[in-house]
């Protein structure tokens, strides 16, 4: 089946959420998180789809249409000057000059400033799977290291790089993160679509940001 797939009918199909991230000091918007949907071109299960993308060799040509496409929308609704989440598969990268000069032009034709640009970086629980590109951000650039059930964050990791954001999957992340004092990145954190964000509560627990999904 995988050999059937039309990756650019994927992209094509494909649907983009822009969803606010707020900052919940003052409510206002910090930045957009772009969300794909794929169950259009036949699939919900996207972790398959950047799987089945890597193994064809194709992965950093799909991701980065994806994101031609989400550029072009968000030039639609307003939102090239507002910051926006860029999701990196730390894995999936296998040539990280090619990714990140291919990024540098998107973002130049679409006149997105680097300062605008949020890089998400999931599976960065070792050090092999992320050393292939740290060399591609420099000190100024803002980067979030995202955790999921099956990719903890390696603390160890967050110490020593010091990202501007992390994403945490649960209460307990965040009470281990705040008890750590050498760790001072701010925490977002996902808000199940069906309750409210309500800030104060959030930042009574050391939460900055939050966003609903």
């Not at 039309?6 to 494909?14: A, E, G, L, M, Y």
């Not at 998180?33 to 890597?54: H, Q, R």
């Not at 639609?76 to 860029?86: D, Q, V």
């Not at 008890?179 to 977002?188: E, L, R, Y």
Request: glycine share 2%.
């Amino acid at each position: 089946m995988k050999n059937d797939i039309d990756f650019r009918k994927i992209v094509q199909k494909t649907k983009f959420k822009f969803i606010p991230v707020i900052n919940l000091k003052d409510n206002s918007v910090y930045g957009y998180k772009i969300i794909k949907d794929f169950s259009e071109a036949g699939f919900d299960d996207n972790d398959f789809i950047y799987n089945c993308a890597f193994e064809e060799g194709l992965f950093e040509f799909f991701i980065l249409k994806l994101q031609e496409r989400s550029y072009k929308i968000a030039k639609e609704k307003g939102l090239l000057n507002s910051k926006l989440f860029y999701t990196l598969r730390a894995s999936h990268i296998t040539d990280p000059n090619f990714f990140f000069s291919s990024v540098n032009n998107l973002t130049n034709n679409f006149g997105i400033l680097p300062e605008n640009l949020v890089y998400e970086i999931k599976e960065a629980k070792e050090w092999s799977k992320i050393d292939s590109f740290l060399n591609y951000l420099d000190e100024d650039t803002i980067f979030l290291f995202k955790e999921t059930e099956k990719n903890p964050l390696n603390l160890s990791i967050v110490e020593y790089l010091s990202p501007t954001f992390l994403e945490v999957s649960s209460l307990e992340s965040v009470n281990k993160i705040r008890a750590n004092k050498n760790i001072d990145s701010k925490i977002i954190f996902k808000v199940t679509e069906n309750k409210r964000i309500i800030s104060s509560q959030l930042l009574k627990k050391k939460i900055d940001l939050a966003y609903k999904y």
